[in-house]
């Protein structure tokens, strides 16, 4: 028989043992898998300070970011971590960084690295979001199976597009996800996945949970070819139960892959 999935992931049955193993309490928490330490940031260029700077000096700079983004790169082909880094589109900013690493320690030390930069003289971090990769173990799925480990340790891929956005589940009246029973939430979280199935090759979706670490309870990453493919999954999912009755969600920013010549282009 095939193997059942979700997001490419394993599936098995639900727990038929659900309320034994929360004494009871059928709104029990649900095991959560976690992987690496996650930071999305973003970046504004100051075009005005960028303008006051001599060719030297931009010159400089930007060999010294490129050097910095050829260590990331380094740490990325070892698979020590992960780093993405996209051309923003909109006010929100010019750069968006995605770094993954084991802990909030080494997440800080790349951060500090970046912002010793030169070049970051011209720049204004607008927004940032901290948190974990996480898999949700609703399925009992095994954690060592090796698509639950690509999920938890992913090699980012070097897709032309990315949007990342925070969201959270509602706390309101009826429609409060706490309080609804693990077996319906397993029931809706089902369903929710299989829309995301039938965008398996077409988009690279993670999940990543802020809980306790940012104000948003998760972030999502979307990493695709065609940024059309962004907009569909978002609108047929928000026809979804999940997403219709408990989603609630934060502010969107999507960008193209930075190469040398637009970084060339946007510091020279």
Same mark, same amino acid.
């Given at each position: ?43 504004? @260029? ?16 930007? &060999? ?12 990325? %082909? ?35 690295? #970046?912002?010793?930069?030169? @070049? ?20 009992? &799925? ?6 639950? %480990? ?5 090699? @980012?891929?070097?897709? %032309? ?51 306790? #670490? ?5 972030? @999502? ?7 059309? %493919? ?26 193209? #892959? ?11």
């Amino acid at each position: 028989m095939a193997e059942d999935k979700i997001y490419g992931m394993p599936v098995g049955d639900l727990h038929k043992d659900d309320a034994k193993k929360s004494n009871g309490n059928t709104h029990s928490v649900v095991e959560t898998y976690e992987g690496w330490y996650s930071l999305h940031s973003v970046y504004r @260029i100051n075009w005005r300070r960028l303008a006051d700077k001599s060719d030297k000096w931009r010159k400089n700079a930007l &060999a010294e970011f490129k050097k910095f983004l050829a260590a990331m790169e380094d740490n990325y %082909q070892k698979h020590e971590g992960g780093y993405a880094l996209y051309h923003a589109t909109g006010h929100k900013g010019d750069l968006l960084f995605w770094f993954l690493r084991p802990s909030l320690e080494d997440l800080n030390a790349v951060e500090t690295q #970046l912002h010793k930069l030169q @070049i970051n003289q011209v720049l204004e971090q607008k927004e940032s979001f901290v948190s974990v990769i996480e898999v949700s173990n609703y399925f009992n &799925a095994d954690i060592n199976h090796p698509k639950v %480990q690509a999920r938890l340790y992913p090699v @980012i891929p070097r897709r %032309q597009y990315m949007c990342f956005y925070p969201m959270s589940k509602k706390r309101d009246g009826t429609d409060n996800w706490y309080m609804t029973d693990k077996s319906d939430r397993a029931r809706l979280m089902r369903s929710h996945g299989m829309i995301g199935k039938k965008y398996e090759g077409v988009i690279n979706e993670y999940t990543t949970s802020a809980c306790g #670490l940012d104000d948003w309870e998760w972030g @999502i990453t979307l990493m695709g070819d065609d940024a059309v %493919q962004f907009k569909k999954i978002v609108y047929e999912m928000r026809f979804d139960e999940v997403s219709a009755r408990f989603g609630l969600f934060g502010p969107f920013v999507v960008g193209s #892959l930075m190469n040398d010549d637009v970084l060339d282009s946007l510091f020279l």
